[in-house]
């Protein structure tokens, strides 16, 4: 990642925070764009940028060359399908689905690889489009179009640009604060998984970076699951 330019949606917070950490030691530069600065402490190598995904206005100025972008911003709706309205759906798709549009259309024309090899995209889906789970109707229909997504552009960018998805279960984040509010619920919530604990923001953080990087320079349109076995082993 020496030498890169790298913009990260929603590196304020979250997964995308440890990201911001993990790269800012070999970065050029860092763009984070999100709407407050929350965690952040910008310096030389990284600097935020305001910015709302669902607001109806131009996205920021993107840097001249871009060689790594991840999009970050994404929503944990949890509601029976009888008490999710329309606009529900559509709030799940404005954040996930078009605010990811919205960033890729932005710095499209920005991005380019670096001797000779593919700038690289990452995105975020979750686990519950490969596994069906009660309750996800409105978020896993949103990031199955993320998925959607992901595979086009993986096709249609190519070989210039790569684009792949980490898929997570649940990750022990700011956006997973209301399920993982008491050890009680931390422990249930363990429990469900094969490796018998939830993610942690460092675990996605250290599979965005591989995605990023040159190692896997031969990886585009994956979607890697990342849920301690949850969505393909039964233990
Ligand atoms: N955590 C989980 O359990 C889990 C599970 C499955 C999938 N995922 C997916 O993984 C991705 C990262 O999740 P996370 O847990 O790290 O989320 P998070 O803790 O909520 O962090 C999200 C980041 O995005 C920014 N953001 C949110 N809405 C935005 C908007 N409208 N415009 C601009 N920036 C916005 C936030 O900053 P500001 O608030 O300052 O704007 C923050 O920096 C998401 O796509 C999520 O759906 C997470």
Request: glycine share 10%; with cysteine; net charge neutral.
């Amino acid at each position: 990642m020496e030498r890169h330019q790298v913009v990260i949606a929603g590196g304020s917070g979250g997964i995308g925070l440890e990201l911001v950490r993990l790269l800012a030691p070999r970065a050029a530069g860092i763009q984070v764009w999100s709407r407050t600065r929350g965690g952040l402490e910008p310096d030389g190598v990284v600097r935020h940028v305001e910015c709302d995904f669902t607001a109806d206005q131009p996205l920021p100025e993107p840097p001249e060359s871009v060689q790594a972008a991840v999009y970050c911003p994404g929503s944990i709706t949890l509601r029976s399908f009888r008490s999710l309205s329309v606009a529900d759906f559509r709030q799940d798709l404005e954040v996930n689905l078009l605010g990811a549009v919205r960033f890729l259309q932005t710095l499209q024309p920005r991005l380019v690889g670096h001797d000779g090899r593919p700038a690289s995209v990452v995105l975020f889906s979750t686990v519950a489009v490969a596994q069906g789970m009660p309750m996800h109707a409105s978020i896993a229909a949103a990031k199955g179009a993320v998925e959607g997504l992901v595979r086009s552009l993986a096709a249609e960018w190519a070989p210039k640009v790569r684009v792949n998805a980490i898929a997570p279960a649940l990750t022990d984040t700011p956006l997973a604060a209301r399920l993982l509010s008491s050890p009680e619920k931390r422990e249930a919530m363990a429990a469900r998984y094969p490796l018998k604990r939830i993610g942690t923001a460092a675990d996605a953080a250290a599979v965005a970076r591989f995605l990023l990087s040159d190692e896997s320079g031969w990886m585009t349109g994956q979607v890697l699951g990342l849920d301690g076995g949850l969505s393909t082993l039964k233990v």
